[in-house]
């Protein structure tokens, strides 16, 4: 698999190429226990968003993104994320992608 660097603004992942970043990381798989929390678009592109599961009783949408970190999940990468999940929570290891200019997390397979 070839290397990349995802980008990162203040500790947060980028969601698209043109946003300003600080930081730029190696990809590397992670371990996470997720659920939905909401759908949005990046552009173009519908994404749902996955939060860590131990925020679920946390009211997200009072805090913004700096408090309340999600994951956007990106249109390909919905179905297998969606088929391994039990009651909106999946759990996995999961990898950043970027697709055209956005970024989102995908299911890692070895």
Known sequence: ???????????????????????????????ADLYICDTDTIGSDAVICLRPYADREKPWWLYGPNISFHYKVLVEDMVDIIANMDKGRVKGKFIFTKRRFNYGIKLYKE
């Open 1 to 31: 698999m070839k290397k990349w660097k995802m980008r990162f603004q203040n500790g947060i992942p980028c969601e698209w190429e043109g946003q300003p970043f600080d930081e730029e990381r190696e990809v590397e798989p992670f371990e």
